[in-house]
């Protein structure tokens, strides 16, 4: 346990003891993590807005698939009415 510890401390008494090349070190990589969870945000908000697009081309189809069905039964009654 106590390894473990002094292991994540490396980074930190790193910094310190080798001047600022450790820190800076920690510093980019908190960068790095911060930009790969910013983009996480912007891919799920790409999602979410892809879905909703896909839902609303599907709502669109099955719309005019019910109107094309309703517009077939109306032309049939129709030539019911005339008599062919």
Do not use: H, P, W
Request: aromatic share 4%.
């Amino acid at each position: 346990m106590n390894s473990r510890f002094g292991q994540g401390m490396d980074g930190i008494t790193g910094g310190l003891s080798n001047g600022i090349s450790g820190a800076a070190g920690l510093s980019g990589a908190s960068g790095q993590m911060n930009s790969m969870l910013g983009d996480m945000a912007a891919s799920d908000e790409a999602q979410k807005a892809m879905n909703n697009k896909i839902t609303m081309l599907k709502n669109d189809l099955d719309f005019n698939v019910a109107l094309n069905k309703f517009i077939g039964k109306a032309g049939d009654n129709a030539k019911q009415l005339v008599g062919q």
